[in-house]
């Protein structure tokens, strides 16, 4: 688009129209609690959450009492029958397992937990059996 305007600027053959500050907005500064995951969203709204919020302050989400980053992440639409924040496996070839929303599910791909390296959603579940049945907290 830019090498469509600029000539016809230089040419003179458009004039600059001063923004209306009426309708302008303001982002406040963005603090570390905005990153907590609330499951009863639906799964686009948290997967835009996850991208956007990369590599800080990053989303998370709470088990055991430590903080559990979820650093990759697809939604998965159209998945029905599990409640927002509970943890399920996932067909073979997906992400290592799903979160449930408020609509759909969330596959998750990586995960960090709090004091841990960056691992595979699949090196995680080996390490933490219980997890699969988990019920995640909504903020």
């Known amino acids: 688009m830019l090498l469509e305007v600029i000539p016809r600027y230089v040419k003179g053959e458009l004039s600059p129209v001063p923004q209306n500050n009426a309708g302008a907005t303001y982002c406040g500064m963005i603090i570390k609690e905005e990153g907590e995951i609330d499951w009863t969203l639906p799964a686009a709204d948290i997967w835009r959450k996850v991208r ?7 989303c998370f989400t709470r088990w055991q009492g ?8 697809i939604p998965l639409p159209g ?6 924040g509970q943890v399920t496996t996932l067909e073979k070839g997906k992400a290592g397992f799903g979160i449930g929303t408020g609509d759909g599910m969330q596959g998750v791909i990586r995960v960090q937990l709090e004091g841990k390296k960056i691992m595979s959603a699949g090196e995680f579940l080996r390490g933490q059996q219980k997890f699969i049945g988990a019920v995640l907290p909504s903020d």
């Open 66 to 73: 430590k903080q559990l980053k979820i650093i990759e992440a």
């Open 79 to 84: 998945q029905k029958g599990i409640k927002p």
């Open 52 to 58: 956007a919020y990369q590599p800080w302050p990053g």
